[in-house]
Nanobody
Framework: VQLVESGGGSVQAGGSLRLSCAAS????????MGWFRQVPGKEREGVAT?????SITYLRSGRFTISEDSTKTTLYLQMNSLKPEDTAMYYC???????????????WGQGTQVTVS
């Protein structure tokens, strides 16, 4: 399994970014994909999850929207009205189930940095 994030960058407060996560090698018939973020010195936290049935759970903020493309191989996170506290490394991850315990997730991308000033 390979997960490759892109779309991070530096943006001013109030701006928007769309993160992408290209997934390949996934063999599960049912799965959960999610976006997580981490600030140095703090635990990784969940942002949103989307499972293979299309169920979505938002764990943070009403300003973010998780979605996927029609082939279900690319996961997106649209982030609007960004705030400095959204600054973090953003990761996408794949697991068989949507679980709250981030340590339980099986596959992770390398992350993409989002900086809001």
């Amino acid at each position: 399994v390979q997960l490759v994030e892109s779309g991070g960058g530096s943006v001013q407060a109030g701006g928007s970014l769309r993160l992408s996560c290209a997934a390949s090698g996934r063999t599960y018939s049912k799965w959960c994909m999610g976006w997580f973020r981490q600030v140095p010195g703090k635990e990784r936290e969940g942002v949103a999850t989307l499972d293979s049935d299309g169920s979505i759970t938002y764990l943070r903020s009403g300003r973010f929207t998780i979605s996927e493309d029609s082939t279900k191989t690319t996961l997106y996170l649209q982030m609007n009205s960004l705030k400095p506290e959204d600054t973090a490394m953003y990761y996408c991850a794949l697991n068989r189930l949507c679980v709250l315990d981030t340590a339980s997730w099986e596959y992770w991308g390398q992350g993409t940095q989002v900086t809001v000033s």
